[in-house]
């Protein structure tokens, strides 16, 4: 029985997917060609290879060098095997590079923010503790104003 469309992208990792799409984009290749088009070393193009050839999605090549998908695997591909991994062949390291750019700057704003606002909550509660002394209910609320942006600092930290 073949593996289900779920069942291969529960076991398939990118790096096989890389694989397979390689061999179905050159209509049929070698470990040597997939190697030097994918960039990955040949240890994984060749175990990645026996592992797709095992699930029935490539021709077994022990007769050639060359890797061919089978009927299976290009059933699997037109259903949809890519669609999960359509990141990997199109990523755009530049492009990611300036997105974490971006999430660390956005990181840093808000630990800075978050910093004012302790400052800001400490400045506050001590002109609270000249005006009213030492009420309870005043340094009830800024003791849970501190906790939270000490919890926020710690969420932030992780």
Same mark, same amino acid.
């Given at each position: 029985?073949?593996?289900?469309?779920?069942?291969?992208?529960?076991?398939?990792?990118?790096?096989?997917?890389?694989?397979?799409?390689?061999?179905?984009?050159?209509?049929?290749?070698?470990?040597?060609?997939?190697?030097?088009?994918?960039?990955?070393?040949?240890?994984?193009?060749?175990?990645?290879?026996?592992?797709?050839?095992?699930?029935?999605?490539?021709?077994?090549?022990?007769?050639?060098?060359?890797?061919?998908?089978?009927?299976?695997?290009?059933?699997?591909?037109?259903?949809?095997?890519?669609?999960?991994?359509?990141?990997?062949?199109? @990523? *755009? #390291? %530049?492009? !990611? +590079?300036?997105?974490? $750019?971006?999430?660390?700057?956005?990181?840093?704003?808000?630990?800075?923010?978050?910093?004012?606002?302790?400052?800001?909550?400490?400045?506050?509660?001590?002109?609270?503790?000249?005006?009213?002394?030492?009420?309870?209910?005043?340094?009830?609320?800024?003791?849970?104003?501190? @906790? *939270? #942006? %000490?919890? !926020? +600092?710690?969420?932030? $930290?992780?």
């Amino acid at each position: 029985m073949s593996p289900t469309l779920s069942e291969l992208q529960d076991v398939l990792d990118w790096e096989a997917i890389v694989v397979l799409r390689a061999i179905d984009d050159a209509q049929g290749a070698s470990v040597a060609s997939v190697t030097e088009t994918t960039g990955l070393e040949r240890e994984t193009v060749t175990s990645r290879c026996q592992q797709l050839s095992t699930l029935g999605l490539l021709t077994d090549a022990e007769d050639s060098d060359v890797y061919e998908v089978t009927g299976m695997g290009h059933g699997a591909i037109g259903e949809g095997l890519y669609d999960e991994y359509e990141m990997v062949g199109e @990523a *755009d #390291i %530049d492009e !990611l +590079a300036a997105e974490v $750019a971006d999430l660390l700057d956005r990181r840093e704003t808000i630990e800075s923010e978050l910093e004012r606002l302790r400052e800001d909550a400490d400045e506050i509660r001590t002109r609270a503790r000249q005006q009213f002394g030492d009420r309870e209910d005043v340094a009830a609320e800024f003791e849970s104003l501190l @906790a *939270d #942006i %000490d919890a !926020l +600092a710690d969420r932030l $930290a992780e």
